[in-house]
């Protein structure tokens, strides 16, 4: 052989006669051709690629307006941030061009005895320019309000309450929009891996997590979900199951002080899902590990979640992470280039559940060993059962007598023969072997 037996296989189609290959169905090619496509719940970055489709209750979003709002992106936010005040500005300026047109405040412009509504209001541009200085409260004092027009000044209270309200809900949508604590979990990082592999003679998997700002995360929590279609005992099918892993929450292990990187471990037992796969079961599964960091960004004490997710190809059996923190002098520095790195270990390509049999078998009592050895040399078990039963059987007294008077009567020691002490002197015999 050529080739070494650790390198890639190489697989030849076999040579088809024309006539052969253009029967051959084009769907069939087309996926032999293609590697098989895997649909991801969670993305990497974290957003779910799940669409909502058929929403008739639109509504909905109309009664929580602010929170709609700020779940638009930036281009429609900021159109919409422009069109508000530029519509206020224009139905207040309508408006006070109205007043005066309705009061003739154009007819006598110059009129000097006439005491028009807002002096030096000459036009819907004017009218216009005095409805931004009004509800930015800017006052450059050239078009003022008069005393002698009620409407204007019922007009000047409206906007100015309805300005307030604007400015009020439109500023804080922007604000909200520009703090939220989406940018923080950029800097919130997890290994491209997770791996299984042996931790404490037990098999783990463990995926890496950190932080790449100097401003931690308070009250930092991890979580991690399991994503599996299934199908119920009843024959329902249930698509997108959800599955928890428990990766120490019994313990607190999940609750994290997220200073340098942190490998996660999850103990796969009996009530992982885990629990029945190895490593040939683990590529034939379609399954995908989700997993959910949460807590308070310490500067502004807003909340903030960062999602990852692995799939089957991306879950390494048998390696473990090549450690980042190292000891300088006087102070820990974490090297940001080996986070993702992984390294092969030696780990059993067993399930958890074939591997925790093993051990069981390994740590059979004396007793089993003992019946086994006897057994073999040819003693008949149902014989030796029934020889137990005599031997511990315990005869009733000769005469019972009164419930006062009777005493009790001690049971008399078994008769034993020559034959069964040279049956207990093999059984001793085999048990000093089995010791030694």
Known sequence: MDRDVESTAIFRTAKLSKLFRDDLPKQLTEVERKPRKVQRYVRKDGKCNVHHGNVRETYRYL????TTLVDLKWRFNLFIFVLVYTITWLFFGLAWWLIA??????DHMSDDKWTPCVNNLNGFVSAFLFSIETETTIGYGYRVITDKCPEGILLLLIQSVLGSIVN???????????SQPKKRAETLVFSTNAVISMRDGRLCLMFRVGDLRNSHIVEASIRAKMIKSKQTKEGEFIPLNQTDINVGYDTGDDRLFLVSPLIICHEINHKSPFWEISQAHLGKEDIEVVVILEGMV?????????????VTSEIKWGHRFTPVLTLEDGFYEVDYNSFHDVYETNTPSCSARELYDMHNRARLPLTW???SRLSQQGLPEKKKKEELKEETKVPAPAAAGPPDVQEEVAPRPPVVTEEQSERNGDIANIESESKV
């Open 101 to 106: 047109y309705v009061r003739g405040d154009f």
């Open 298 to 310: 310490e500067a502004t004490g807003m909340t903030c979640q960062a999602r990852s997710s692995y």
């Open 168 to 178: 009020a809900f439109m500023v804080g949508c922007m604000f909200v929009k520009i």
């Open 369 to 371: 060993s003992l019946a």
């Open 63 to 66: 009664t929580d307006i602010f």
